[in-house]
C-alpha cells in the first residue's frame, strides 16, 4: 500500500465512522463498511476481493427535479457518476468528485461533503476471481443551471431524467431522491 493509499483509507474511516446514517438499514450497512476497512487495509483497492469501496455521485439540479445520469458501457444499465478509487486520490469525496467529473464533463459541481447513502450491490462485469461487490458511497453534487455536460470512454449516453421517471433501481433511486430533497430544502 502506497501512503496515499493509507490515506485515503484513514479518510474513509473517518467519514464513515463520523456519518449519521438516516435509518437503521443504513446504519447497518455503515458498520460493514467500517469492518471491512477495519480488517482490510486493501478495502479501497479495486484488487480486494470479493469487496471492495467505491465512490459515487447523485447529480442533481439545483432544485432536484432532474438527475443525470450515465448509460454504462459494461453494464448496459442507466447509474449515477461513479467508481473506483485510484491511487491519486486523498480521499472518498476526491474519489467521487474525479469520477463524476470524468464521467459527466461537468464542471462546477457543488458537492455535499457528507455522504448521502451507501448502497452495496453484487458487479458481475469487475472481475475475473468470482463475485464481486461495491460497497459504494454515494455523495450529493448540484449541477449548475447552464451546466453541459458530455459522456466519457466509459459511457453511452450521459441524460438527464425527470426526478419522478428513473430508470431502474426504484428503491435505491427513491431513498437518495428524498435524502438529496431533504438537504437541498431550505
Do not use: I
Request: charged residues 25%.
Amino acid at each position: 500500500m502506497t501512503p496515499r493509499t493509507t490515506a485515503l483509507h484513514a479518510d474513509a474511516l473517518t467519514v464513515l465512522r463520523s456519518w449519521e446514517p438516516p435509518d437503521a438499514d443504513q446504519a447497518a450497512l455503515r458498520d460493514r463498511y467500517v469492518a471491512h476497512l477495519e480488517r482490510r487495509p486493501d478495502g479501497m483497492e479495486r484488487g480486494c476481493h470479493p469487496d471492495h469501496l467505491t465512490a459515487s455521485t447523485l447529480v442533481v439540479s439545483p432544485d432536484a427535479r432532474l438527475v443525470l445520469l450515465t448509460l454504462h458501457a459494461k453494464a448496459g444499465q442507466w447509474f449515477q457518476f461513479g467508481g473506483h478509487c485510484e491511487p491519486g486520490d486523498a480521499t472518498l469525496l476526491g474519489a467521487a468528485r474525479r469520477e463524476a467529473v470524468e464521467e459527466s464533463g461537468l464542471t462546477g459541481l457543488a458537492f455535499d461533503p457528507v455522504p448521502l447513502r451507501l448502497d452495496e450491490h453484487a458487479v458481475p462485469f469487475c472481475g475475473t476471481t468470482g463475485e464481486v461487490h461495491h460497497l459504494d458511497v454515494w455523495f450529493l453534487a448540484v449541477a449548475p443551471d447552464d451546466a453541459e455536460h458530455a459522456a466519457s470512454d466509459e459511457s453511452l449516453d450521459v441524460r438527464w431524467w425527470p426526478a419522478d421517471g428513473l430508470p431502474g433501481r426504484d428503491e435505491a433511486w427513491a431513498s437518495a431522491l428524498a435524502l438529496a430533497r431533504e438537504r437541498l430544502s431550505p
